[in-house]
């Protein structure tokens, strides 16, 4: 109990000293998730925009599927990328395996769906007429697709805040195709996870801090949104 | 011939396998005021949509300004931003109403400056002008309806299409909203089509009306002759001519007939043949009411005991039972000079002119 506390006091010195190992790995997680993030909607706010206004056979299904996806577990995304990265792999002369890089790819595949799906919702929440008044105003497809967007714009921030939140706080995948190689993928859940198992408990608390404050954050910021 | 402004040439629609409005053959002519007047889920704002080029028919084509713009979608979005359209519960979008109305002008990439011009000019046409900062979604049914008049206008369509523009307001809104469509069709030279349920107010506004019920133009006509020779019952209906009497022109005297109206006998001016069966329509303000027979030129009188009287704003409508229901309309002083009561004896009188004749179409 008592190594516990101590852990607990220690763990809030690293941080409030801001202690170098602590705050470069905290800076690495939130780089690496908010590129992934960002690649993420740029995929899936068009494409979300283009399945919401077209009619297509199958639509039903795809949009099916993609919600299915929201819980896809993020070993198998691991397993998937690993596969198609190592060297052995049909893509494994890109040398990427064990980088932020595959990390990154393997965070837009884990929160694409999340983003996608949830973009779609948000677009048929809004009101068919206001479609219906921006064609009849003259707007071509993409500026109907851009207006429909923006009248959405709290619930498809919403979306793609979820998807940074999936992505700041997975484990497997990271640890599966990043390795938790210091000062290179190690990031807040890769290192909590491994470096609890050495023994090193203060930074596993102090980075559990961190993501559990990141997390409430998130929350925060989710809940202002989804209020408007 | 020259052309219309937009043709339509056998435009159907449906929904779900079934057709909603079947062959319509419209021309909408540059400069008018076209009201499209029709009972509710007659097919109204099917048609303006399909006008407008929102949606694309299951069959026929249109033509806008010459153009073939049924299913080519370049055609369409150059055709549709030279009209635009204000919608049955039009929609705001979450942003200023300045933002609002400059919407359709930065569509069609005009300057800044440009567009603050226009933006302020629509909205003192549509009274607007004090709201331009306020967030649309704020505004109450009115003022939204007059925002989405403004916004419509921003863009100097040819051709402004407004379906319903008054459905659901107060009369005092609606005189507004009348006011300001009244000033457009005055001052600028846009062609409007415009939507209605409302017989006067297409009267009103419209230089030409067609009447659109279960999916088919029935007529169209100037709002008099739709007004005074409907040419199908369920027309003359809509237009409120409340006697609609069924029966078989009998005897013929140069243009005069007599029609038998189950064993009554009225006389009016037609064409048709003896033995044609006919509906004889006759308004209800062409019908005198007076306490004994007098010797008027009217050659229709008809002794009757009134079945009952129910006062319609400053009018009073009462009811005669002659061997058939007619119904008159009377002011209401002279029901008070005349006494009008139920079962009181009264004459009902009018004139072989009064009474239009239309063929039975079933
Ligand atoms: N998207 C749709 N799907 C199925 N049926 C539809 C659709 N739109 C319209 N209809 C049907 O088509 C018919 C005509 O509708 P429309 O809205 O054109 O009538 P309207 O004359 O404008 O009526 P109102 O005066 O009530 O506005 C109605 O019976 C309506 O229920
Ligand atoms: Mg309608």
Redesign the interface.
Same mark, same amino acid.
């Given at each position: 109990m008592t190594e516990l506390w101590e852990g607990l006091v220690t763990a809030v010195k690293l941080i409030i000293s801001l202690d170098p190992e602590v705050m470069e790995i905290a800076g690495r997680s939130l780089a690496i998730s908010a590129t992934s993030s960002t690649i993420a909607a740029l995929i899936c706010l068009p494409l979300g925009a283009v399945i919401h206004s077209n009619k297509f056979p199958g639509k039903r299904t795809l949009i099916n599927i993609v919600q299915t996806l929201f819980s896809l577990p993020t070993v198998a995304v691991g397993l998937f990328v690993f596969v198609l990265f190592s060297r052995a792999g049909p893509i494994g002369g890109l040398d990427i395996m064990f980088t932020p890089v595959a990390m990154v790819i393997g965070q837009v595949i884990l929160i694409s769906p999340i983003m996608l799906g949830l973009t779609i919702s948000a677009l048929s929440g809004v $009101?068919k &007429?206001?479609a $219906?008044? &921006? /064609? %009849?105003?003259? &707007? %071509?497809g993409l500026?109907t697709a851009v /207006?429909t967007l923006?009248?959405a714009r709290f619930a498809v921030l919403a979306g793609l805040i979820m998807g940074f939140g999936r992505a700041i706080s997975e484990v497997g995948l990271s640890l599966m195709v990043g390795g938790n190689i210091a000062g290179f993928t190690r990031t807040i859940t890769t290192a909590i996870s491994l470096e609890t198992s050495k023994g090193d408990l203060e930074l596993a608390l102090a980075l559990g801090i961190i993501l559990i404050v990141i997390a409430l954050v998130i929350n925060l910021v989710l809940n202002r949104v989804q209020q408007r | 011939m020259t052309m219309a402004l937009i043709e339509t040439v056998n435009i159907g629609q449906k929904y779900a396998g079934q057709y909603i409005l079947k062959d319509v053959n419209l021309n909408i002519n540059r400069g008018e005021v076209f009201a499209l007047i029709g009972p509710t889920g007659a097919g109204k704002t099917t048609l303006l949509r399909l006008l407008d080029l929102l949606e694309v028919p299951a069959s026929g084509s249109v033509y806008f300004d010459g153009m073939d713009v049924t299913d080519n979608k370049s055609l369409r979005l150059q055709a549709r931003r030279r009209m635009s359209f204000v919608l049955q519960k039009p929609v705001v979008f979450n942003m200023s109403v300045y933002n609002n109305v400059a919407c359709g002008l930065r569509w069609r990439r005009e300057k800044e400056a440009t567009i603050r011009q226009r933006v302020s000019r629509a909205l003192e046409l549509a009274d607007m002008a004090e709201y331009i900062n306020r967030n649309a979604r704020t505004l109450s049914g009115g003022e939204t309806q007059r925002v989405a008049i403004a916004r419509a206008l921003a863009v100097a369509p040819e051709v402004l299409f407004l379906d319903e523009p008054t459905a659901n307001l107060d009369p005092i809104s609606t005189s507004k909203i009348e006011e300001v469509l009244a000033h457009i069709i005055g001052d600028q030279k846009t062609t409007v089509v415009m939507a209605t349920h409302n017989m006067s107010q297409g009267q009103r506004l419209a230089d030409r009306i067609g009447v659109i019920m279960n999916g088919e133009i029935l007529q169209t006509g100037s709002p008099g002759d739709i007004f005074s020779t409907p040419q199908k019952k369920e027309v003359a209906e809509f237009v409120g001519v409340d006697n609609i009497l069924s029966g078989v022109i009998v005897n013929r005297d140069n243009e005069l007939v007599t029609i038998d109206i189950g064993g009554n006998l009225i006389q009016a001016i037609s064409d048709y043949p003896i033995g044609e069966e006919v509906h004889a329509l006759i308004r209800p303000e062409d019908i005198t009411l007076a306490p004994r027979k007098d010797a008027s030129s009217a050659r229709n009188t008809f002794e009757g005991r009134i079945a009952r009287i129910f006062p319609v704003g400053a009018l009073v409508r009462v009811e005669v039972a002659c061997g058939f229901p007619l119904l008159a309309v009377v002011t209401k002083r002279s029901a008070e000079d005349l006494s009008l009561a139920v079962n009181k004896r009264v004459y009902a009188t009018f004139k072989a002119t009064a009474v239009h004749i239309i063929k039975r179409w079933n």
């Open positions: $009101d &007429a206001i $219906d008044t &921006a /064609i %009849s105003l003259g &707007a %071509s500026q /207006i923006r009248e | -």
